[in-house]
């Protein structure tokens, strides 16, 4: 890497709303964490001095980025027809997103994982002869065979390490049930290609197991979601395409560190959707660890962080702890950078008004995070014939997305249950629900609204 006296990284802020009064004998300290960034090169930045920097971090240079398109070609992809086809169409459009200079591959994916484009190990480097090259590619797609999503993911794992760049992309879809290897497999392939790179995932058509795609975007800090028509493919692709290409830098951290005798309870992104990060902590030093976020753009996340204070007496305060955002060194060379921190406090006071008045912010998140729960809940006792349970949980959900003005969830419950009344949580489980509904709220239930100003 090459060392530049003057550049630019992505422009990180931090701002952290709690209410951090607590009353006497009170230990538990809640903040919610805003982060945004602004891309460096792009809108903007913080300028360094003597920094060694990835070409992501120089102005007018935009990240090297490598993309591997991950195609479902299972024989289920035959039913119907049009699904492969839909298929093939919006692998094109998303082929025809990336920018020029973007390495990318394309892999079809059944109980084995093959090269489609451009083969041989290699990934091609995006210009209108190799975008030709692989949509015609494309064309010899054809169904047949099994599932075996971990085979795809060792695959593009093994492709994108194999690439010199900054950001490395995933984007996977699916039309059925991982039937072709055990989900321990899955699961050692996920943990192999965690914090290696990124991946969106999609499942078509309603033959797909939600928590199987859901659970495969976590893991690699990326988003999930249905496209119940295959028709809506091509749309789909090219947002998700334009979206990789927006990132200005990978492998973000936050680092959360915490005095002696406190401890961390929990630590969640909370928007845009909600993702537990508690058990993804890698120690740092040992006082700090460092959560993953992946990739960023322009754009703004919140999280909650949840902490445990020793008890202290009226008056007296103290750090609770101090979060900063960490982008490593590349080489591994050099200490980290911290592009921005904020501070978590907590001061103990007699004042009841001031130690029993929760935080907007908080209110606000620890309601949407329940949010998402009930409704998994609710599904869940549904599916299991508790009719009561689903009714009492998905009422519940009905009444958190109404009080947070949560409109998009809302009028996904409303498609599973009859709504008599919103504020109180009041509603009849819908005799019949189609599929590609319960689904849709299923794989959207982790999303949220921000705070309203």
Known sequence: MANFSKSHVPQFSVEVYQNEYLPEGGREVNAIVTVTSTGGGTTGGVPLTGATLSPAQVPGQRPKAAVVIMVDCSGSMDYPPTKMRNARDATAAAIDTLRDG?????????????????????????????????????????????????????????????????IRHGILLTDGRNEHESPEDLRAALDACAGRFTCDARGVGTDWEVKEVTGIASALLGTADIVADPAGLAADFTQMMENAMGKEVADVALRLWTPVGVEITFVKQVAPTVAELTDRRLEASPRAGDYPTGSWGDESRDYHVCVRVPEAGIGQEMLAARVSLILPDPSGAAAPQVLSQGLVRAVWTDDMVASTSINPQVAHYTGQAELAQVIQQGLDARKSGDFDGATAKLGRAVQLASASGNEDTAKLLSKVVDVVDAATGTVRLKAKVAEADEMTLETRSTKTVRVKK
């Not at 064309?139 to 390490?161: H, N, V």
């Open 102 to 166: 973007t390495s990318f591959a394309v892999v079809g994916g059944t109980h084995i994982a093959k090269e489609v484009y451009p083969g041989n190990g290699r990934l091609a480097v995006a210009d209108a002869q190799t975008r030709a090259q692989a949509k015609e590619a494309l064309r010899r797609l054809s169904a047949g065979g099994g599932t075996a999503i971990g085979t795809w993911l060792r695959l593009t794992d093994r492709l994108l390490g194999a690439a010199d760049v900054d």
